[in-house]
């Protein structure tokens, strides 16, 4: 029965990879996959795939080839180099990227296969690592249905929704869409939770509460319990949310669009991982709000983000804007004064994100978080 199927590369085995991949695996499909930490993919060899020393040789006699890495740039050195996945794959096979990413990066890989024999579409992917385990992810293709029937019991064999967007990118565009909804859930599931830490309330019995009503979100029914029970671990990453916050926000700047939403939540996770909190779950943006010794707790240094941003240094993105760098935010900074994602400036006196309506926020002497909740 097995020789029947599609021979299978997968090249990506981390948090959402490697179930994915077992899926495929379980459902009868022979399996090459690889990783570029081999420990990572370890257990899937381990329960019958075959291991590849690289992608060339992991994609080389495959039919159907998935991949799912961290970044754009990933994909693109992955796809487009002289000895990547174009050309070292055989004609006729169908190439299909799970990586959240460029929408225009997705058209040019689409454009390059289409010239060569092959095809390839973006299909990210939504519901989390729970949802890559339980095997009930949405698949978003930036294809047609037409398009993926050779290939639609593949991604059946991991999905539980597939919705076809009619053409390259826009699979990524509808992904994007989603992780903007995302990113000003978990603001409202923070800010809400802080505001009831506050006021006093038992923080289980409001959750519930807000579930009953409109106000319910995916961040508050599934995130909120492990930001409760100080459950930090990644089922999604903030360094990967943030990335995709990004691609959002370059896609509507090249639209010419706000999502003021979307800076916001962009402002706040660029702060936390600026502070350490890069390979935690996203979760994590509710430490924002919490006494210092919490966040000192669950691994983060708030002296980093005060040492980045005294005396106009460096903006929490990483690039320096006395030289005149952009924000990764897209947002010009001008010469010299570096203005953060919302228009609040970072010149002597720094105001931090939510500088409307909150105050200022000191991150001198005594660290004041965004939100006021501090402690020495």
Avoid at 178 to 188: C, D, H, T
Avoid at 225 to 244: E, N, Q, R, T
Avoid at 298 to 321: I, K, P, Q, R, V
Wanted: charged share 20%.
């Amino acid at each position: 029965m097995a020789d029947t199927k599609q021979r299978v590369a997968f090249i990506g085995t981390g948090i959402m990879g490697a179930p994915i991949a077992g899926h495929i695996m379980d459902a009868g499909y022979p399996l090459t996959v690889y990783n570029r930490t081999e420990a990572k993919a370890q257990p899937l060899v381990e329960r019958g795939a075959v291991w590849a020393a690289s992608p060339a040789e992991a994609v080389r006699d495959a039919d159907v080839v998935f991949t799912m890495v961290g970044y754009p740039e990933d994909v693109e050195e992955l796809y487009l180099s002289s000895d990547g996945l174009l050309a070292a794959s055989k004609l006729g096979a169908v190439l299909i990227d799970l990586t959240t990413s460029s929408p225009a990066l997705a058209r040019d890989i689409a454009e390059a296969a289409a010239v060569s024999d092959r095809m390839a579409f973006d299909c990210p992917v939504t519901g989390g690592e729970s949802g890559a385990i339980a095997g009930t992810l949405t698949a978003i293709a930036g294809a047609t249905e037409r398009d993926i029937e050779p290939v639609r019991a593949l991604l059946e064999t991991f999905t539980a929704r597939i919705f076809c967007f009619g053409g390259a990118g826009k699979g990524q565009s509808a992904k994007l869409a989603n992780q903007i909804v995302l990113a000003s859930s978990m603001v409202g599931m923070a800010d809400a939770l802080s505001l009831a830490q506050q006021s006093g309330l038992d923080l289980e019995q409001t959750r519930k509460m807000i579930l009953t009503g409109t106000g319910a979100s995916g961040a508050m029914d599934s995130l909120a319990p492990k930001a409760l029970d100080g459950d930090w671990k990644p089922g999604f990453m903030v360094k990967h949310f943030i990335k995709d916050i990004r691609l959002a926000l370059e896609e509507a700047e090249e639209k010419e669009i706000a999502l003021p939403g979307a800076d916001t939540a962009y402002a706040l996770y660029d702060m936390l991982d600026a502070i350490g909190g890069a390979e935690l779950g996203t979760q994590a943006i509710t430490l924002l709000y919490q006494e210092e010794g919490d966040a000192v707790a669950a691994g983060l240094d708030w002296s980093l983000y005060t040492n980045a941003h005294e005396h106009g240094d460096e903006c929490g993105c990483g690039h320096d804007h006395e030289r005149g760098d952009e924000c990764g935010c897209g947002h010009d900074h001008g010469e010299g004064e570096h203005e953060c994602c919302h228009g609040h400036h970072h010149d002597g006196d720094h105001e931090c994100c939510h500088g409307e309506g909150h105050g200022h926020h000191d991150h001198g002497e005594g660290h004041e978080c965004c939100h006021g909740h501090h402690g020495k």
